[in-house]
């Protein structure tokens, strides 16, 4: 949802900067006012999605502080080097950049509060077996297969295991297979764009960037293996 928001408003500033732009535009109209407009679409663009990854980002820190997790995240690396390469007004490079925004948020509120943080290589999480490391197959929509161990699930869940795996591995951690079936269960989805926090929620979570304040003594360790 905030990422449709924020590209409605990227079309009317692209719409408005190739009026703008057009020789048929009388050289008459083009005020400053116009350029203004169109630097304001881009702000509110710019706003919309930082004001998304805050609100996302407290929520994920504030569930790790509460149940006592820490918080992994893949490494976004690649993701924008490919973002560079898109066309400028196409919506996935506003995904992209709401993804490597929140990211930023996470790592940030994750040492503020004094979670552990751990960014894992993102590569193969959405194709290996999370149970036997085997290359999964598609089965049906959106869902993944291992042909060797028989583990089923969908492709998000498949992502957010691997991630969760290879965190455990940088921790030291020893997961089994049985704490993947919970997991299942109770697995929280943060990574859908557009949700957001109720005010009420973030309550107790000091986020003023605008006073940033030390980190806390003992604060949040980031975990980071290349
Ligand atoms: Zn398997």
Redesign the pocket.
Known sequence: MAIDKAYRWRLLAERLQRRYSSSRYPAWRRGGGILNRIRSYHRKVRNILEEWARNVSLKIVGLSLRLGYAVARENLTGLIKALRKMPKDHRTKLIIMGYSRLGRWIDWQAMKHGAPIVIVDPRGTSSE?P??D?KLEENGYRRLR?P??G?EADRDIVGKLNTRKRALEILGIKADFGELRTLQMTDVNPNRCGESMKRSEARGFDDDLRSPRPLRAGGGQLYYKN
């Open positions: 077996c149970n036997c085997s291992c060797s161990c583990f």
